[in-house]
């Protein structure tokens, strides 16, 4: 369905960042304090329904993946706010959140690694 590269853009976040290595670990650090437990928090609002929580937190976060160098993860994670607005598949919506999630948790040591740089 989605194909995830698994990697960080490093020549878009240079684009982007003008190669200040500072700034983009300041943007990872935001997001490894601020998005990626916003994300994880949305779990908890699929799993008991919540969607309209779900849609606000997965909105909010959405450009953070980008911001980071995630850019794959944006199509996927805008079909997931798109599905939450009109939640007419609980399991399509889980299952993608799980897809996402797992993703996500195998491009989290890279991060980790680019921190420790």
């Keep these: 369905m989605f194909h995830f590269s ?12 003008g190669n200040d290595e500072e700034i ?26 919540d969607y309209e929580s779900a849609k606000k937190e997965v909105h909010r976060i959405k450009p953070s993946f980008t911001m980071v160098g995630l850019k794959d993860f944006h199509e996927p994670v805008q079909l997931l706010e798109a599905l939450l607005k009109a939640p007419n598949d609980p399991k399509q919506i889980a299952d993608l959140y799980q897809l ?18």
Aim: charged share 25%.
């Design 6 to 17: 698994r990697k960080i853009d490093s020549d878009y976040l240079n684009i982007i960042y």
């Design 24 to 49: 983009v670990k300041t943007m990872m650090m935001i997001f490894l304090n601020d998005s990626l437990p916003s994300w994880q928090g949305t779990k908890g609002a699929i799993q008991s329904r």
């Design 100 to 117: 996402i999630d797992d993703e996500l948790t195998l491009v989290l040591p890279l991060i980790d690694e680019f921190m420790n740089r």
